[in-house]
């Protein structure tokens, strides 16, 4: 497995993490949080990798995104 490969599983893995504790913390659907997240700007930093974002905790990142991206959950 090459560099970019491992790269492309790590994110897979921390997006589906990030969904599941946001459905677990605002009572949603996986189905409703993963739209929410893939919606968000957060979810494109940690696509695009700024700032080397995708590398913080995944419960961070969902703290984060609830408390900067409001508008999204209200």
């Known amino acids: 497995m090459n560099e970019e490969t491992l790269e ?3 994110q897979e893995n921390l997006e589906e993490r990030i969904i599941t504790y946001l ?3 605002r009572n949603l659907s996986y189905e409703r949080a ?3 997240y893939y919606n968000s700007k957060m ?3 940690i696509y695009l990798g ?3 974002i995708q ?3 995944y419960k961070v ?3 984060m995104l609830l408390e900067t991206e409001k508008d ?3």
Request: hydrophobic share 45%; aromatic share 16%.
């Open 8 to 10: 492309s599983v790590y």
């Open 23 to 25: 459905a677990e913390l």
């Open 34 to 36: 993963m739209k929410l």
């Open 43 to 45: 979810a494109d930093k």
């Open 50 to 52: 700024t700032y080397g």
């Open 55 to 57: 590398y913080l905790d």
């Open 61 to 63: 990142l969902a703290q």
């Open 72 to 74: 999204l959950f209200g």
